[in-house]
């Protein structure tokens, strides 16, 4: 029986007419197809209405996760929601918008900008110091040449 457990889904199972999605939570074997055989039926889900419609039969839900059964993705997100479970479900990694991709790129482009702009300003000071220091000894050895000038004549 432990072996079995190991195997156990809670999923939905899709019922409704087409392109209108309506859901039974049922506890499965994990190799049984999405809508094939079932253990028990342990909820409704109803993705349609605003907002979701969930009525699930609570002390099951509870039994089958102390069982060792393990809820699906969407089935875990809507057990947090209905607040039979604490952890979290995870997050998906989806693809960005286009909005975001583009400011994401203009902060690139922005954060690339202001650091060329500083590296300017670095080589246009460090330049600036540069040409001070050489002004400032070629000031230096200007003066004792003239002094030797004027000693000269």
């Known amino acids: 029986m432990a072996s079995e457990d190991?195997?156990?889904?809670?999923?939905?199972?899709?019922?409704?007419?087409?392109?209108?999605?309506?859901?039974?939570?049922?506890?499965?074997?994990q190799r049984a197809p999405r809508d094939g055989d079932f253990i028990e039926v342990i909820?409704?889900?109803?993705?349609?209405?605003?907002?979701?419609?969930?009525?699930?039969?609570?002390?099951?839900?509870?039994?089958w996760l102390s069982v060792g059964a393990q809820p699906s993705e969407?089935?875990?997100?809507?057990?947090?929601?209905?607040g039979l479970t604490e952890v979290e479900p995870p997050k998906r990694d989806t693809k960005q918008s286009k909005a975001e991709r583009e400011a994401e790129a203009a902060a690139?482009?922005?954060?690339?900008?202001?650091?060329?702009?500083?590296a300017e300003a670095a080589a246009k000071a460090e330049a600036d110091a540069a040409a001070a220091a050489e002004a400032s000894t070629e000031e230096s050895s200007d003066d004792g040449s003239d002094d030797d000038a004027s000693d000269e004549s």
């Open 6 to 29: 190991a195997l156990l889904r809670i999923r939905l199972r899709r019922t409704g007419k087409k392109k209108q999605p309506y859901y039974r939570v049922v506890v499965a074997d």
């Open 43 to 63: 909820g409704h889900y109803n993705p349609r209405t605003q907002p979701s419609t969930i009525d699930l039969k609570e002390e099951r839900v509870k039994h």
């Open 74 to 82: 969407t089935v875990h997100r809507v057990l947090h929601k209905a």
């Open 108 to 118: 690139a482009a922005a954060a690339e900008a202001e650091a060329t702009a500083k």
